[in-house]
């Protein structure tokens, strides 16, 4: 699976929308407005609806996205800044196009489900992608276990723990959808059908991305860490030499000194200053950094 994403990022990695959350989130507060202005014209003309779709109106399979996760203007801003801090991170993880691929196969998933939902029972299940953007909580918990979240903006949580409430979240509407209590009617019925048709493809995604990919030890902030170090070095290996009218290719941006008045001298640039700057031992780690 991981050698799978790996040539099709090679492949149309080019084609990715790079800060993809940023423009989500967009949509998302675009349709909390719309949701203000006109409740209706959403269901109306915008959701996932797979008769819709099948008569022609396939913007569908795209607009259902910009429904908002609340219609709580507190919780929103809340829950816009938690998904947008939640899909930077996996984007700087991943890269825009594993994140993209995560996401747009979730939309796609939902859209399957949906449609053959529809082909198989006759129903119309009103899917939205609230179980989508719960999954992403599932998979930052995987890529970071230990980051702690204040609950209450007071009680320090570690992610790890909040990520089994959320599996609590996919579990019950599974369970409630069968329940004669709430499947036996017809109209609810379809309802909690249509909470664990989303629960479940959007767990399926989670799955399918983390379980397929045996090594996620690439993706760990550590060995990012180190990777970008590597990349550094690289970069500055590749450099290309300097020659100064002296004859010397190296000189401390301080003293002036190259390696022809000392040949013992050791000389590194610098990666917090701004251009190529080196310098010698002696005034490496102490010098001011150029801005």
Known sequence: MDNWLSKLERKFGRYAVPNLMYYIIILYAAGFVLDIVNPEF??????????AVLHG????????????????????????????????????AWGAFRFNLYFFS????????ALLAYAVTGLILPMSIWYLNMSLFFA??????????????????K?????????LYFIYPVVQAFLPAYGGNAYLGIYYKANAMEAVVSLLNFLIFFLGSRNMRPYSPKQRKRKREFQQNIKR???PVQ?????ARHMCAICKR??????????????????????????????????
Request: charged share 15%.
């Open 57 to 92: 109106q396939l913007w569908r399979i795209v607009t259902f996205i910009i429904q908002p996760p609340s219609d709580s203007l507190v919780f929103i801003v809340f829950a816009l800044y938690l998904y947008y801090m939640i899909g930077q991170h996996l984007e700087q």
């Open 42 to 51: 959403y269901y109306r003309y915008l959701s996932l609806n797979a008769q």
């Open 140 to 157: 930052f918990a995987a890529l970071y276990p230990d980051v702690q979240f204040l609950v209450f903006f007071m009680i320090p949580v």
């Open 106 to 113: 979730g939309m796609l998933f939902h859209v399957i489900a």
């Open 159 to 167: 992610v790890k723990y909040l990520a089994l409430i959320d599996a």
């Open 243 to 247: 020659m100064y009218a002296n004859g």
């Open 258 to 291: 190259t390696e022809l008045d000392d040949p013992n001298l050791e000389f590194r640039y610098c990666s917090k200053c701004n251009g190529n700057y080196e310098y010698c031992q002696d005034h490496l780690f102490t010098h001011t950094h150029v801005k």
């Open 237 to 239: 290996a590749q450099r």
